[in-house]
């Protein structure tokens, strides 16, 4: 259990932090990060909601970056979802393949294009309750696009948001849904969106999975974590990066 020091060489428990506590912690995480990251964004290339998510359904197990090299070859030759619907699956497979799991990501493109056609009149849809019945679209990928492509306040929890909140203290929920609802409780819609993209750009910069870099990470005096990766600032400068990676 944490302790802290009091008085002459006493140690007591700390005490549980209250709700209010928790809230006041929790925005000034969110502060510390807006000054730490002002550039905060998503970091995958688009031009319009259709091409959003066809990017979002692209970066699955891979990174932001990958996708950004295939998908401008993607979005000349499908730039609508009738092109892509109607498209042979081996052109998009040649396209995509350095994404990974090329083949399974080619059958939902064809898919989704072909429900955006379909019931959608070619537009993509902007609320969460439609955007999720279309193939392949879940929560998460919706929370993207709604927050990214509408406006619309959205929290995108994906594995660095739901490892990062967790070890804050924020929830203690490993189910996005549960995650994304208790995180949202602690904030106002306005801020969700650029949340979610600050908390997402510290973890893959500072926040590792294996070795976060604690030693050299502006949010040790208010990290319930801190000492989970290395202290030493020189260690865990080497473990800082620069850009998107996972
Ligand atoms: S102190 Fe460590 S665990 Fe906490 S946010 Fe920073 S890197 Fe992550």
């Not at 070890?167 to 650029?194: C, H, I, N």
């Amino acid at each position: 259990m944490a302790t802290s020091t009091a008085g002459a060489g006493r140690i007591r428990p700390r005490r549980p932090e209250t709700r209010t506590g928790l809230v006041r912690r929790a925005r000034r995480i969110n502060r510390t990060l807006a000054e730490l990251y002002p550039d905060a964004r998503c970091e995958l290339d688009f031009e319009n909601p259709f091409q959003l998510l066809v990017a979002t359904v692209l970066s699955a197990q891979t990174t932001d970056t990958r996708v950004n090299r295939v998908s401008p070859a993607l979005f000349a030759a499908f730039p609508a979802p009738e092109d892509m619907a109607a498209a042979d699956p081996e052109r998009i497979e040649a396209i995509i393949r350095p994404t990974g799991f090329y083949r399974a990501k080619a059958a939902s493109l064809l898919g989704l294009a072909a429900a955006l056609r379909d019931r959608f009149g070619g537009e993509v849809p902007g609320t969460l309750e439609e955007l999720i019945t279309l193939p392949g679209v879940g929560r998460k990928t919706a929370n993207v696009v709604l927050g990214n492509a509408f406006g619309v306040p959205g929290i995108t929890v994906d594995t660095h948001f739901g490892r990062l909140t967790r070890r804050w203290g924020w929830t203690d929920q490993t189910d996005p849904v549960k995650a994304e609802k208790e995180v949202g409780s602690l904030f106002p819609p306005k801020d969700w969106t650029m949340l979610s993209h600050r908390v997402i750009w510290h973890g893959r910069r500072v926040c590792h999975a294996r070795r976060p870099a604690c030693g050299a990470c502006a949010l040790a005096p208010m990290c319930p974590s801190y000492g989970e990766g290395p202290t030493d600032p020189e260690t865990a400068r080497s473990l800082l990066r620069d850009g998107p990676r996972a």
